[in-house]
């Protein structure tokens, strides 16, 4: 009797656990499904409609700072990593051959509009000279045309003769002043002795060696910090040679490298978010793309890959999508080049073409320039002052 209690006890704690065991698999199976389900409304919903990756870096533009001309540096005004506002002064060259050369040029220039001057003198004069052998050439006319009548009454044929030969005389000189006329007018050829052709060839030497001064003086074309800097006193310094790099700080981007299977989704003008390691979740950058790569990072590198030998593996390639940030969040929250940056892409407007064109960027290309005002009002001063003696 009690064997048999027993037996359907034990039968009974075997159907619990079984239910049990039963009940703890489907509770599992439900909320993997569950999950299952979660996880596919949040994929149709958010997942696909986003790209991220955490290859990213900050880049920026490497403006070289270079001379234009040979020289020594004589001075040097700024230090390694420091930062610097466009038109400052980087350095400065030794410039006693640049004001030698400036020296003579200014001479030349005084020198070429006296010339001139004299050439407009001599035109003037040899014009005068052909009215003075017009008004001989008349009287020698005049001469023989009252003695002719006269011939042998108070005239003899001597004198005759004389008019005669005073008259070609006079025609002779007449045609002589018209020729050195001409000739003087060639050389002079211009009332403006500004417009004279050695005066405008003597003034454009001047402004090329004021132009050559003024380049001895190096600026910084915009605004940065110095990096890379190889410039020192007394150092000998060939043209185009480079001495130091600025880093603009307001024109910072992201290079994120996606890899080849998340481009198809990626539009330019598409808004991203960006993390930079540097500050992490205290900032989120907002920025856009702005183009793509025109080839992988493998095609432009040094030693680009040989995919025709035998011993092929294939490799997924990554390309660089460029993204620019807010300016104004860049200046509340500087970058530096080269720090690591995860980005999110927002992939839900997906108009226009798969790797399409970059923006346009115009703002970008502009720096300062040399303006030759300032060498063409000199020379104008040189030329002004000339024509006043």
Do not use: C
Not at 121 to 150: G, H, M
Not at 228 to 238: K, R
Not at 303 to 318: H, S
């Amino acid at each position: 009797m009690n064997l048999d209690k027993n037996n359907h006890a034990v039968e009974k704690n075997g159907l619990s656990d079984r239910y049990k065991q039963m009940l703890s698999i489907g509770v599992f199976a439900a909320l993997l499904i569950v999950i299952y389900l979660a996880w596919s409304i949040w994929w149709t919903k958010v997942g696909s409609l986003s790209e991220s990756t955490k290859n990213a870096y900050v880049e920026g533009y490497h403006v070289a700072i270079t001379s234009e001309i040979h020289g020594r540096i004589a001075s040097l005004n700024i230090l390694e990593m420091q930062r610097v506002e466009a038109g400052q002064l980087l350095l400065s060259l030794d410039d006693a051959d640049t004001e030698i050369a400036l020296a003579l040029a200014e001479s030349a220039l005084r020198e070429a509009v006296r010339n001139s001057k004299q050439q407009n003198f001599n035109a003037s004069y040899d014009q005068v000279q052909v009215e003075i052998s017009k008004l001989r050439r008349k009287l020698a006319e005049l001469n023989l045309t009252r003695r002719e009548p006269l011939l042998g009454k108070s005239v003899t044929q001597e004198q005759i003769d004389q008019s005669r030969v005073d008259l070609e005389l006079a025609e002779a000189e007449h045609r002589a002043a018209k020729l050195r006329s001409l000739s003087s007018q060639v050389y002079a050829g211009h009332e403006d002795i500004k417009a004279s052709p050695a005066v405008l060839a003597a003034r454009a030497k001047v402004i090329e060696a004021w132009l050559a001064h003024q380049r001895t003086r190096i600026y910084a074309p915009i605004a940065g910090d110095v990096v890379m800097m190889s410039a020192q006193p007394g150092q000998g310094v060939i043209a185009n040679t480079p001495l130091m790099q600025i880093i603009p700080q307001n024109t910072m981007w992201i290079e994120a490298n996606f890899k080849e299977s998340q481009l198809a989704t990626l539009r330019v003008n598409q808004p991203v978010e960006v993390i930079a390691d540097i500050y992490g979740d205290e900032h989120i950058y907002t920025g856009r793309i702005s183009g793509f790569s025109a080839g992988t990072g493998a095609v432009f590198s040094l030693l680009p890959p040989q995919n025709a030998v035998g011993n092929w593996v294939k490799v997924v390639q990554r390309l660089p999508v460029r993204i620019d940030l807010d300016p104004e969040q860049l200046q509340a929250y500087p970058l530096k080049i080269g720090l690591s940056a995860a980005v999110k892409v927002d992939t839900s407007n997906r108009s226009g073409s798969p790797l399409g064109s970059a923006l346009h960027r115009p703002e970008l290309r502009e720096t300062s320039r040399w303006s030759l005002l300032e060498g063409q009002a000199e020379a104008d001063k040189i030329i002004s002052e000339e024509l006043a003696r």
